[in-house]
């Protein structure tokens, strides 16, 4: 597939995402998979301690607005959530009359560590996002579920892997499908983006990413920045889709080869 001009991230995306460019339904137990992030020439999505890093350019961040509107459900783990109270709308677009879609963000928190006094839940006050859904273990704490959902979060219990301790991504998508979320972008960080990309479907034995894009920033970190992936953690093989640039960073459009 040809990379259209590296100037237009509307249209790069619309020829690399397959539920954007020929809509269809997703399979019937989750929804359509992007899997997104930016890194460092060696490798680093964040810096030491995890310090918010932006790698992104101008160019490339706004492709990354334009994705959000390609999507109905945005997540991202609770490391990323505390650590960069990230905002997960769509902003830095183009000025046009119709409003652009906004994703739902999704936080995978097990045990609700989540804060209410976050952007997330400051801009769906004031209108500037959707209501942030907060997925937890099912025996999350009552009253800290009790607290949230009086601060305007939704709280969506779902079933932990005993072999992780971590939420069951099977069942994270499956009840994402079911509440009506067809397409989900995956944001990061480290440990939510190692766990999208090792896991294999329980049904179908398969990748449950449909879309790799990944920004190369031409910068380095160092050693003691966080890397993309967990240790341990064995990838997805890929095959690649479509490349491009974006100001001074390289776009890699990438799909598992099982999914
Ligand atoms: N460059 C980029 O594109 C980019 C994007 C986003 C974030 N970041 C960076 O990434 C760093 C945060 O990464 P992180 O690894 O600490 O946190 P994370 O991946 O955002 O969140 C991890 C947490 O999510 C919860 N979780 C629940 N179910 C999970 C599952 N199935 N798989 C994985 N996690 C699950 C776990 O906490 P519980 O056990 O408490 O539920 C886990 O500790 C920050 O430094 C941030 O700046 C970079």
Redesign the pocket.
Known sequence: MAAPAASDPESFLKSVLNHVSSPAEPPQNRPFVTL????SLDGK??GKG????I?SGNESMLMTHWMRTMHEGIL??????L??D?QLNTRRLPVRAEPYPQPIPII????L?FRSNCKLVGNYGSGNGRQPWVLC?EEADPKKRESLENAGVKIVPVKS?PQ??????DD?LSILRKLGVKSLMV?????????FLSHKSSSTGKSAVDSIIV?VAPTYVGNEG?GAL?EGQLPAKVAHVSSTVMGRDSIVACRPTES
């Open positions: 997104t992030y930016a890194q999505i964040a995890g310090k918010q890093l790698l991202v783990g609770i490391g990323t959530a650590n960069d990230p995978l928190d097990s045990q560590r273990s892997n992780t301790g971590k939420l069951d991504l994270v944001e990061g960080g480290q440990q939510v983006i190692s766990s920004t966080v967990d």
